[in-house]
């Protein structure tokens, strides 16, 4: 099906670890963002790409880097994972402006211990 | 971050009840949205709303862009066990903004 793949699923790091989520979509849209969802908190954005090669800030883009690697991908990494790092996180791509919304990927939920 | 305060937090009704759900800011907004996510899953559009002060159907859903542009709410009719979820509202300005959730448990 047509839509946003995220990969993997769900993560255990130690505390200082590093790894790289993984996000594509395949409905030809020009822009992609991060979300991190917590409980009582909803989805509060970490970093978006508004286009391919360019990336900006969000709400929430400590300890996160992003790389828009091609139209289709959007990856997150975190370099030294800590546990307030712990949290699900979501990929989203829209097409003009975000005009007809954003359309999620089903999410990586991401436990530092 | 823009605030947008989402109530009730949650909800416990009984299968074929109507239920009601609303959305608040400070800000107006360009667009209003209604998602809907299921455990394990990510959001899903429900309804999208672009005009203020106008109500937008889609089957069971109805939803309305508050003439203020700073509000809107979601109403669901005859509720069923599927409706189960979280919904959330997201307002437009240059980017969306989604509030915290109103979590629906359906009794059959």
């Known amino acids: 099906n047509a839509g946003v793949t995220q990969t993997p699923k769900f993560q255990v790091l130690k505390t200082g670890q590093s790894m790289t989520l993984q996000c594509a979509q395949d409905?030809?849209?020009?822009?992609m963002y991060w979300y991190r969802q917590d409980p009582g908190m909803g989805l509060r954005l970490i970093y978006y790409?508004?286009?391919?090669?360019?990336?900006d800030k969000g709400e929430v883009p400590n300890g996160y880097n992003v790389s828009r690697l091609n139209k289709r991908e959007f990856s997150l990494r975190l370099e030294s994972a800590a546990p307030s790092q712990t949290s699900v996180y979501f990929c989203?791509?829209?097409?003009?402006?975000?005009?007809?919304?954003?359309?999620f990927g089903s999410g990586t939920r991401l436990t530092v211990v | 971050g823009q605030q947008l305060n989402q109530s009730p937090q949650s909800m416990f009704i009984q299968e074929g009840e109507d239920v009601s759900m609303n959305c608040t800011s400070s800000?107006?907004?360009?667009?209003w949205l209604w998602y809907k996510q299921d455990p394990g899953e990510g959001p899903v559009l429900l309804i999208a709303l672009y005009k203020a002060g106008k109500l937008t159907s889609n089957g069971r859903l109805t939803a309305q862009f508050g003439i203020t542009r700073k509000d809107s709410f979601l109403n669901i009719s005859a509720s069923i066990p599927s409706d189960v979820g979280i919904y959330f509202c997201?307002?437009?300005?240059?980017?969306?903004?989604f509030g915290t959730g109103t979590s629906l448990t359906v009794i059959p």
């Open positions: 409905m030809n849209h020009n822009s």
């Open positions: 989203a791509s829209s097409g003009v402006a975000g005009y007809y919304g954003y359309t």
């Open positions: 790409s508004a286009s391919e090669g360019t990336t």
């Open positions: 800000s107006i907004f360009n667009t």
């Open positions: 997201a307002g437009q300005l240059s980017q969306f903004y």
